[in-house]
C-alpha cells in the first residue's frame, strides 16, 4: 500500500529526513518539471513587500504557488544562510486555481538541507498533486533555502 498524502514517504536510512516525495512516483512528474538554478525572481512590489513583511507569527498571507516562489527567491537571496519552514495550507478555488495560505513558522541557520530535498522546478507541480491528494483544504509543513531547494515534511 502506498502512502497517502497525509503521512510521509519514510527514506530507508536514519541519517535522512523524513520527507513526503510521493508526487515524484507520477509517471509525468520528470517529464514536465525541470531543473532550476534558482527561484523565480519577480520585480513585482507586492510579492517583494510580502518577503519583507514576513515574520514569525506574522499574520497568514494567501498567494498563488507562482509568488510563492518569487518570495522564497526574495527570503533566500536576502538571508541565504537560512532555512524558512512554513505552514501551507493549500486551498483550490473555484476556477480550479490553486492558492497557498502560508504561516512563517521557523527560520534557523542553515544547515545541510536533507540529501532528497527537490528542486524549485518541481514545486508548481508538487504543490498541485498534494491539493488533489488531501481533503480540502489541507496543511503541509514546507521549508524552503536558496539554492532552489524546498521540501515537505
Same mark, same amino acid.
Given at each position: ?49 510580502? =518577503?519583507?513583511? /514576513? !515574520?514569525?507569527?506574522? @499574520? *497568514? ?8 516562489? %518569487?518570495? =522564497?527567491?526574495? /527570503? !533566500?537571496?536576502?538571508? @541565504? *544562510? ?8 493549500? %486551498?483550490?478555488?473555484?476556477d480550479n486555481q490553486k492558492f ?11 544547515d545541510q538541507p536533507p540529501i ?25 509543513t514546507l521549508s524552503i533555502t ?8
Amino acid at each position: 500500500m502506498k502512502d497517502r498524502f497525509i503521512g510521509t514517504t519514510p527514506t530507508r536510512k536514519a541519517c535522512f529526513s523524513t520527507l513526503n516525495l510521493s508526487y515524484l512516483d507520477q509517471h509525468d512528474a520528470f517529464e514536465v518539471n525541470h531543473v532550476v538554478r534558482d527561484w523565480p525572481k519577480t520585480t513585482n512590489p507586492f510579492t517583494l513587500r510580502i =518577503a519583507q513583511g /514576513l !515574520s514569525v507569527g506574522s @499574520p *497568514a498571507v494567501r498567494i498563488p504557488p507562482r509568488t510563492f516562489m %518569487e518570495m =522564497a527567491e526574495s /527570503l !533566500s537571496s536576502q538571508k @541565504p *544562510a537560512r532555512i524558512f519552514t512554513f505552514s501551507v495550507k493549500l %486551498e483550490p478555488t473555484w476556477d480550479n486555481q490553486k492558492f497557498l495560505t502560508i504561516t512563517l513558522i521557523e527560520t534557523r541557520d542553515r544547515d545541510q538541507p536533507p540529501i532528497m530535498a527537490d528542486n524549485a522546478g518541481f514545486f508548481e507541480y508538487a504543490m498541485a498533486w498534494f491539493s488533489k491528494q488531501a481533503p480540502v483544504p489541507s496543511t503541509i509543513t514546507l521549508s524552503i533555502t536558496s539554492n532552489a531547494l524546498f521540501w515537505v515534511h
